[in-house]
T-cell receptor, first 112, second 116 residues
């Protein structure tokens, strides 16, 4: 999505913490989603924010600031299997109804 | 368990032929399904919104006569790539809206299309 920006690539080591940022512009914001996608596979849902603040789900947390058009996904205690692409997506009523508009994804490489 | 079933997982076809991809919602009725396309190392791009019992809504730049969508029942939507060309080679993924405004989309496993 042209109005969603996230870094192209990030690297980290096992056990570390990594934060993936996402900025967006919408006309009718109705939620921000984070998905994980391994190469050649479908995306899997990680987290969702519609109100400002932090949502925590195990090793993954996601934060949203609607006034700043900003979100981040925080991954703790990184494992090798966390190497994947992380997609930031928004639901924008004005642009696409209930569909999700995706950013280009951030490829995370976790090394030992 | 799986919420969405997509078939086939991969297909190779010759240029000029047509390919049909099926997307089924399992265990629930889906009035709305979405079709996305993803080129290598690119984002998922929304192609169209499939509405049960009515015409699909296509995104700008997506040819409706080339990518035929049929959503004839509450559990099945099909995407037919007509007269396929090598540039149509891509990963096609369907997704299903499961209900409330706050619900995430559930994705099928995708179809890898290669046109030779």
């Amino acid at each position: 999505g042209q109005n969603i920006d996230q870094p192209t690539e990030m690297t980290a080591t096992e056990g570390a913490i990594v934060q993936i940022n996402c900025t967006y512009q919408t006309s009718g914001f109705n939620g921000l989603f984070w998905y994980q996608q391994h190469a050649g596979e479908a995306p899997t849902f990680l987290s969702y924010n519609v109100l400002d603040g932090l949502e925590e789900k195990g090793r993954f947390s996601s934060f949203l600031s609607r006034s700043k058009g900003y979100s981040y996904l925080l991954l703790k205690e990184l494992q090798m299997k966390d190497s994947a692409s992380y997609l930031c997506a928004v639901r924008d009523w004005a642009q696409a109804g209930t569909a999700l508009i995706f950013g280009k994804g951030t490829t995370l490489s976790v090394s030992s | 368990g799986a919420v969405v079933s997509q078939h086939p997982s991969w297909v190779i076809c010759k240029s000029g032929t047509s390919v049909k991809i099926e997307c089924r919602s399992l265990d629930f009725q889906a009035t709305t399904m979405f079709w996305y396309r993803q080129f290598p190392k690119q984002s998922l791009m929304l192609m169209a919104t499939s509405n049960e019992g009515s015409k699909a809504t296509y995104e700008q730049g997506v040819e409706k006569d080339k990518f035929l969508i049929n959503h004839a029942s509450l559990t099945l939507s099909t995407l037919t790539v007509t007269s396929a060309h090598p540039e149509d080679s891509s990963f096609y993924i369907c997704s299903v809206e499961t209900g409330t405004d706050n619900s995430p989309l559930h994705f099928g496993n995708g179809t890898r299309l290669t046109v030779t």
